[in-house]
């Protein structure tokens, strides 16, 4: 297990704009973290209240929207729109390019929500959006949020990807078994002890052959699993 902890990532404070890079991006560049195997970027961004991304262009790439605090309004030139709240989770496929914007949607208060992108397992193809709450999960499981193929009720991307959203009391244990070689945890909220080692909010973990995995909080928690071919 390889551990990204959050004190490494990269960080850039544009006044507004507070935000920290997993992976490589923007005038962040490190070799060694470049993504891992299809995840591209996580990104962890506040914005203060008014302010956001005005309209810019993408392309081939699934991009994942989770907000953890306040509301993130989307629009896109394939037609989709709407307010992002914490437990609401959102795709936007850019497939053969898509024009999108995303502001804070309180002129006050500030907007916290992780970015997620993933590289597609084929390029082109019609731009889509699609956006689904999950705020009745209970605490305690693992509940799949994106997937290849919609299972459960996930939202749907192009590439052999899945991820999962953990809700955890302090105390509590999950376990997971992957079916692809490749998986990734981010803790969202509190901590989480993963094969011996206390991940933080911030943290995240890279893992190849993974198996089963358990997790425990040690406080209250929210994290995201993601299974990868």
């Not at 544009?14 to 070799?31: E, K, M, V």
Request: glycine fraction near 14%; aromatic fraction near 8%.
């Amino acid at each position: 297990m390889q551990i990204r902890r959050a004190n490494e990532r990269g960080h850039a404070n544009h006044g507004w704009l507070d935000t920290h890079h997993t992976f490589s991006f923007a005038n962040y560049f490190d070799p060694r973290f470049m993504g891992f195997g299809p995840l591209r970027v996580i990104n962890e961004d506040r914005v203060t209240g008014g302010r956001g991304f005005g309209a810019h262009g993408h392309r081939d790439m699934e991009i994942i929207s989770y907000v953890l605090e306040g509301g993130l309004e989307h629009k896109d030139s394939s037609g989709g729109g709407g307010v992002i709240r914490p437990g609401d989770v959102q795709v936007m496929s850019a497939g053969k390019g898509v024009y999108h914007s995303e502001y804070n949607a309180s002129a006050t208060d500030p907007v916290h929500f992780l970015q997620i992108w993933i590289q597609p397992a084929s390029a082109g193809g019609q731009p889509r959006h699609d956006q689904r709450s999950f705020a009745d999960q209970p605490i305690g499981t693992l509940r799949q949020i994106v997937s290849p193929d919609g299972a459960e009720g996930s939202l749907q991307i192009n590439q052999k990807a899945r991820i999962h959203r953990g809700l955890m009391a302090a105390g509590d244990s999950l376990e997971h078994a992957f079916e692809g070689k490749l998986a990734w945890v981010q803790i969202a909220r509190g901590e989480v002890v993963v094969q011996g080692q206390t991940l933080s909010a911030g943290d995240g973990a890279a893992l190849q052959n993974p198996g089963a995995l358990t997790l425990r909080a040690s406080t209250d928690a929210e994290l995201l699993l993601f299974d990868m071919a």
